[in-house]
């Protein structure tokens, strides 16, 4: 009975440990899970897809669930220049994503120029659904000061 009891604590522990360390809601975690899956030739459609989990290397890794967007069958995210997943991105580099049940090893670019229709696609996408927080996104013409777009790329 007392192995039964201590057996329960530990997996209880060993659970809320993972749970720890996993991304929730907007808190980051350091395993991104899922299956490893080759990048398709062609992403599938995205409009229904509210949130990917994207993993940043790094002596910890960070993994952050963010919303996406998808043109020109090419997948972007949005961050905050001052967000410690961004600053870890930098210039550019190697991370995972998970979409669904896989995970896809790509290559992030921040964009530099070109980036509006993205930026107004991305709000447009989750407006509907996410309103108020949308409202406080930067405008366009703030959004190059404070925020960041990362195209997603399949490795070469």
Partial sequence: ??????GGWVLLAVGALLVA???LGPLPGLFIGGTPTPAPLKWQDT???????LRVPGTL??????????????LYVVGEKSSTWVSMIGQ??????????????????????GWEPIYLAYLDKYRPDYPD??????????GDATGAIFRLSRKP
Avoid: C, H
Wanted: glycine share 4%; hydrophobic share 50%; net charge negative.
């Fill in 1 to 6: 009975m007392k192995i039964a009891k201590v």
């Fill in 21 to 23: 360390l996993a991304p």
């Fill in 47 to 53: 409009s229904a897809v509210r949130e990917i989990v």
């Fill in 61 to 74: 890794p960070r993994v952050v669930t963010l919303w996406v967007i998808e043109m020109d069958n090419e």
């Fill in 92 to 113: 550019g580099g190697p991370v995972e994503m998970r979409l669904g049940d896989n995970t896809y090893a790509l290559a992030a670019t921040p964009l530099t120029q």
């Fill in 133 to 142: 927080l949308v409202s406080e996104f930067p405008s366009v013409a703030e």
